[in-house]
């Protein structure tokens, strides 16, 4: 792991895919439906608008707060780091290929490596407000390989991040096509 530019533990349960609904304080969780066809893209247009209509809400809830984005280098994790950024987050960026743009910190590491990822959950500090787990391979890679980052890799750097997660932190994780229909 190379480190660039400057607890609370809980049982985990068996996860259920929620969603929020009613946005703007007062949201109820709810379980979304399995995925078939476009369902995902529908669910998260309602969700952007509320965003950039109330940005300002947005923007004061996530000034000074501490996020790790993985696979921030480029695509979506970039644009997420981008936007985080830009709303006044403290973006700490984890990725194989080094870009710092819009990362306060940036780590490089193999999230296919267990070595390396406890190495990462070592330097990585305490006081993290969220996780954008968004590093993977297309489903067009090996499966060992895919597996190995896109599986094995996000489970271990999750759980060992929990102990450094604020209370009320946030873990967000982004699934490929090779997971459609599990």
């Not at 660039?4 to 709810?30: C, D, I, N, Q």
């Not at 990725?95 to 296919?112: G, I, P, Q, T, W």
């Not at 060992?144 to 932190?169: D, E, F, H, M, S």
Request: proline share 7%; with cysteine.
């Amino acid at each position: 792991v190379h480190r660039s530019t400057t607890s609370r533990m809980f049982p985990l349960a068996e996860p259920k895919p929620v969603a929020l609904v009613g946005m703007g304080g007062v949201g109820r969780l709810r379980p979304l439906p399995k995925p078939v066809g476009s369902r995902w893209i529908g669910a998260v247009v309602p969700i952007l608008r509320c965003f950039r209509e109330k940005g300002d809400m947005v923007k004061n809830l996530l000034t000074g707060k501490k996020i790790v984005v993985t696979g921030s280098s480029s695509g979506i994790g970039l644009e997420t780091a981008r936007v985080l950024t830009e709303q006044g987050a403290v973006v700490l960026g984890v990725d194989m290929n080094k870009n710092f743009d819009h990362v306060e910190e940036f780590y490089r590491a193999d999230l296919s490596d267990g070595r390396t990822i406890d190495a990462l959950v070592d330097v990585l500090p305490s006081g993290i407000d969220g996780l954008v787990n968004n590093a993977g391979l297309p489903p067009t890679r090996p499966a060992r390989q895919l597996l190995a980052v896109n599986l094995v890799g996000l489970r271990q750097l999750t759980y060992g991040l929990i102990p450094k997660l604020n209370t009320g932190a946030s873990i967000v994780n982004l699934a490929s096509l090779a997971g459609f229909g599990w």
